[in-house]
């Protein structure tokens, strides 16, 4: 166990899994209380039974973050109880990412991936930085997407709400920082979990071709940059995002 982030509090969105996981396990690793949240109770029960496991402290607070404010509200409330009061942390994590070309996306899917992608983490960060401002200050980390300043085919709706979570980065940096709320956001590149032993490559393996990297990342990546973040090692970074790409957007790609 760390000591980054002791006596902190967080809450991070969407962490039943994947990249949400990672970071609530990582930030319970240095010392931080952890709300593990999302709408699958079973799989969140089993990251808090991990984290507890490992020495840290978690609870699971299960919510369906529809886009609604009422929601996002919900959440927030719940979330402060279950960390004694407080929110230091937030984390905006959870989203959806359907895949539909432009012309066959209908408007019921264009409404649920802006509702969720980019209302839900809207009014959630609304709620959550009051709480944090009682304390005297807290910090705001976005997920944002390499997606979203690098076109791919098909990936129109989706990297559109992640622009907006980088563009929301700078605004609410701007807007909260003087109350004492640093934000920041992290692009991740194409992550995913580690392979099976002997199983097949990944799909993303070939978008990473000729990169730096050269190969995709994990989502430990994704979690270490959120703890630098969310510590007092980051104090003087403010509307920031961070590119944890293995160099996708960032350097040309020879193609070999």
């Avoid at 990672?22 to 799989?43: C, D, K, M, Q, T």
């Avoid at 990412?97 to 012309?103: E, N, V």
């Avoid at 703890?227 to 509307?239: M, Q, R």
């Amino acid at each position: 166990m760390g000591e980054r982030l002791r006596n902190r509090t967080a809450l991070v969105t969407g962490s039943t899994s994947n990249i949400g996981q990672a970071i609530a396990e990582a930030l319970a690793a240095e010392g931080a209380h952890v709300v593990v949240s999302g709408r699958n109770r079973e799989r969140g029960a089993q990251v808090v039974e991990g984290i507890r496991a490992s020495g840290g402290r978690a609870d699971f607070v299960a919510a369906d973050l529809d886009g609604s404010a009422e929601a996002a509200q919900g959440l927030a409330r719940r979330a402060r109880t279950a960390l004694g009061g407080r929110i230091d942390i937030l984390v905006n994590n959870a989203g959806v990412y359907p895949a539909p070309g432009t012309t066959a996306t209908d408007e019921k899917t264009f409404d649920r991936v802006y509702a969720i992608n980019v209302k839900a983490p809207f009014f959630l960060t609304a709620a959550v930085v009051p709480v944090m401002t009682e304390s005297g200050g807290g910090v705001v980390i976005n997920l944002g997407s390499w997606i979203a300043r690098l076109g791919v085919p098909l990936g129109a709706l989706y990297s559109s709400t992640k622009g907006a979570m980088e563009t929301l980065t700078r605004a609410w940096a701007a807007e909260f920082g003087p109350l004492g709320v640093r934000v920041n956001a992290i692009s991740p590149g194409v992550i995913q979990p580690p392979a099976p032993e002997g199983g097949e490559p990944h799909p993303g393996e070939i978008m990473m071709k000729g990169t730096p990297a050269g190969r995709v990342g994990t989502p430990d990546a994704i979690a270490h940059a959120a703890v630098w973040l969310a510590s007092d090692e980051a104090a003087f970074v403010h509307g920031t995002v961070v590119d944890v790409d293995g160099g996708r957007t960032g350097v040309a790609v020879i193609a070999a």
